[in-house]
């Protein structure tokens, strides 16, 4: 079963791109007692190996990434409000009046905006840009505000994680429950070698993952991921990509990545034989680490198994446990199948 602990901890640990060092060392003390082998590149990679009951037919890899989408402090003014630079791919609309946390001490602060009052009507309407945002920590000045603060400084969404009816709602779902899925996985006893990769700056452009799949260089590799729900109010059936309460989601092809074929086929086929709900993603958007694994080296047969998210690079996402299950037991089918060098 879900280890709901497991996946809080990770959840509320804070890490925007290039700033995983929080996230790291949580994964590093639960995968310590489990792994054969640890290295941390010059990325700040967490590489893991784990020595299996079987050398492997098939070298594999299996990807999670470690950051979330967030903010860096850009300028503070003068009256101590804070200017911000988003990290990753943030919807603007959803960032004014949300809760958040400044710097490595989580400073709290607010997102504001002008007030409805004195606003004309028309910009009513418009969706601010981020220039026209600031955060807002309570300080009486800019001096008051560097006191605590300094430039560079992560922000990240305030969000509180809560497990109910079947579902969490969190911020960082994406990818903490990756995170956590490779960490149940390495707790086990596995029947094939595996190779480990917790990656960094995934959101600003897969550049940790390109530096795991050339040091580790695998022959096949299995992002585990969250994707987008739409399964939401007012969104056609068609359009929907994916829905929570579907299973685990496998794509044929992203903005990034033309997935394996014959593993896309695999990872279907493994997992309802595992007892697992599988979808499939409809629609040709978004893109993951895959894209930059797939054409290390001379190439890696690469495929993505993602948990479905609503509301996915917000301040909170919405998964069901059920698509978890099955989204970590099609993961652990998979893996051995193509361990053990099966293929269709």
Excluded: W
């Excluded at 429950?177 to 917790?198: K, N, Q, T, W, Y």
């Excluded at 359009?239 to 989601?249: F, I, L, M, P």
């Amino acid at each position: 079963m879900t280890d709901f602990k497991l996946l809080e901890d990770l959840c509320r640990a804070r890490g925007i791109s290039g700033q995983e060092a929080a996230v790291r060392e949580l994964i590093m003390d639960q995968v310590k007692p489990y792994a054969d082998q640890i290295t941390l590149d010059n990325l700040g990679n967490l590489l893991v190996f784990k020595q299996g009951a079987e050398r492997p037919k098939t070298k594999l890899m299996l990807s999670a990434h470690m950051d979330e989408v967030g903010f860096i402090v850009t300028h503070v003014t003068e009256n101590g409000f804070l200017k911000v630079a988003p990290v990753g791919g943030i919807d603007k609309r959803v960032v004014p009046g949300k809760r958040v946390l400044v710097g490595d001490q989580g400073i709290p602060g607010v997102i504001g905006i002008q007030p409805i009052h004195l606003s004309k009507s028309e910009e009513r309407e418009k969706t601010l840009l981020f220039d026209q945002l600031a955060v807002d920590i309570g300080a009486s000045s800019r001096e008051n505000a560097l006191d605590h603060i300094a430039l560079g400084d992560m922000v990240t969404f305030a969000s509180v994680f809560d497990f109910s009816g079947g579902m969490v709602k969190s911020k960082a779902i994406d990818d903490r429950a990756g995170c956590a899925m490779l960490i149940e996985l390495l707790r086990e006893e596995l029947p094939f070698d595996l190779h480990f990769s917790f990656v960094t700056q995934e959101e600003v452009g897969c550049r940790g993952a390109k530096a795991a799949a050339y040091s580790v260089a695998p022959e096949a590799c299995i992002v585990v991921e969250s994707t987008t729900a739409a399964d939401i109010a007012g969104v056609e059936e068609e359009k929907q990509v994916c829905r929570v309460g579907g299973g685990a989601v496998i794509s044929f092809m992203d903005r990034s990545t033309i997935y394996d074929r014959g593993y896309f086929r695999l990872a279907q086929q493994v997992g309802i034989r595992a007892g697992a709900k599988v979808q499939i993603k409809q629609a040709v958007a978004g893109g993951n680490d895959a894209g930059a694994i797939y054409v290390s080296r001379g190439g890696v047969r690469t495929i993505a198994v993602s948990l479905p998210c609503r509301y996915l690079h917000s301040a909170v996402g919405l998964i069901a446990q059920e698509d978890y299950e099955s989204a970590k037991t099609t993961v652990r089918a998979l893996a051995e199948a193509i361990a053990s060098g099966e293929t269709l």
